[in-house]
């Protein structure tokens, strides 16, 4: 049974930091490219950052580059997302996603597995 499983979401100050994580199970992960995206409310679902299967690529959207990190430990069959400077316009579910691929992808219909997502919410 495959799962992944975020956390670290929460309540954050503009400008503060938060770290997500996910812990996936039931696939092999490091044959798997690993995406975060999110959803803010009343919005569609956007890319935001990808990390290929051998953890030395990544990627990231123009709306996070430089204030976000994202990175994997494939000993621990998980993917993280650092992110600093955080603005409310962040403020969304952010999910975790798997790709069949030793390469991500921007668009999120090529993803084959999906986290429950975790809330994100930026406010003073």
């Known amino acids: 049974q495959v799962q992944l499983v975020e956390s670290g979401g929460g309540l954050a100050q503009p400008g503060g930091s938060l770290r997500l994580s996910c812990t996936t199970s039931?696939?092999?992960?490091?044959?798997?490219?690993m995406s975060w995206a999110r959803q803010a409310p009343g919005k569609g679902l956007e890319w935001v950052s990808g990390?290929?299967?051998?953890?030395?690529?990544?990627h990231y959207a123009d709306s996070v580059k430089g204030r976000f990190t994202i990175s994997r430990d494939n000993a621990k069959n998980s993917v993280y997302l650092q992110m600093h400077s955080l603005k409310p316009e962040d403020t969304a579910v952010y999910y975790c996603?798997?790709?069949?691929?030793?390469?991500?992808?921007?668009?999120?219909?090529?993803?084959?597995?999906w986290g429950q997502g975790t809330q994100v919410t930026v406010s003073s």
């Open positions: 996603a798997a790709r069949s691929s030793s390469v991500t992808s921007g668009s999120p219909g090529d993803y084959d597995y």
């Open positions: 039931g696939f092999t992960f490091s044959n798997y490219a």
């Open positions: 990390v290929y299967a051998d953890g030395i690529t990544t």
